[in-house]
């Protein structure tokens, strides 16, 4: 069966970066792309980017463009998401999903959400 | 940048139909997908492309699509329904948006 489970929740200070990690299994890792969202506590789903598995390329939201960097380990099997300048705003749940890499996205799978919280 | 609009509550009385809706320009040329969220759970995909719903989502859930709106259906609503719902798309660029999502209240 399909799964992505993501790495534990974090603490982190303002200023600092956050690297969350998504490993995929139960299906052939570069046949999806992986996409990345937040939700800020009681607020709407925010989509920050996405990567096609298979050839490397990314997207970034134009909010975060900048300070995200997504990437992948094929051998793996798994995504990250890196956010670097972490301020207060940025603590979140934040979720990885799965989606095609083409034609309409719609996100089937998604990993368990990864808490980052930033505070002094 | 491309936005999705939608009412932020929307009620129903148990057993009545409900519908959802999704208002954006991407729309007129992806289709919207719809996800259910419990609190402090992961989102739920229910319905994606022109109507179509995964493996284990009850038959009462249903979409549609017309020029810059998708409508998420649903038939004989449960309380357990009673929930938040949000779409998404993307555009032609690769970019992905979400709407500010809907809840939904079951009376």
């Known amino acids: 069966q399909v799964q992505l489970v993501q790495s534990g929740a974090e603490v982190k200070r303002p200023g600092a970066s956050v690297k969350v990690s998504c490993k995929a299994s139960?299906?052939?890792?570069?046949?999806?792309?992986m996409q990345w969202v937040r939700q800020a506590p009681g607020q709407r789903l925010e989509w920050i980017g996405w990567i096609n598995t298979g050839t490397g390329n990314t997207k970034y939201s134009q909010k975060f463009q900048g300070r995200v960097t997504i990437s992948r380990d094929i051998s793996a099997s798994t995504a990250y998401m890196h956010l670097s300048s972490l301020r207060s705003e940025d603590t979140a749940v934040y979720y990885c999903?799965?989606?095609?890499?083409?034609?309409?996205?719609?996100?089937?799978?998604w990993g368990q959400g990864t808490l980052v919280t930033v505070s002094s | 940048s491309s936005e999705l609009t939608q009412d932020p509550a929307v009620s129903v009385a148990l057993g009545q139909t409900v519908r959802i809706t999704c208002q954006g320009d991407s729309l007129r040329n992806y289709y919207a997908s719809w996800y259910q969220q419990k609190p402090g759970q992961a989102p739920v995909l229910v319905i994606y492309g022109k109507n179509n719903r995964p493996s284990g989502i009850p038959d009462r859930f249903s979409g549609s699509s017309s020029g810059n709106t998708a409508s998420l259906t649903i038939t004989g609503a449960q309380a357990e329904d009673e929930t938040d719902y949000y779409c998404?798309?993307?555009?032609?660029?690769?970019?992905?948006?979400f709407g500010g999502g809907t809840k939904l209240t079951v009376l």
């Open positions: 139960g299906y052939t890792f570069t046949s999806y792309a």
């Open positions: 999903a799965r989606s095609r890499a083409h034609g309409d996205f719609f996100f089937d799978y």
């Open positions: 998404n798309s993307r555009d032609s660029s690769g970019n992905v948006v």
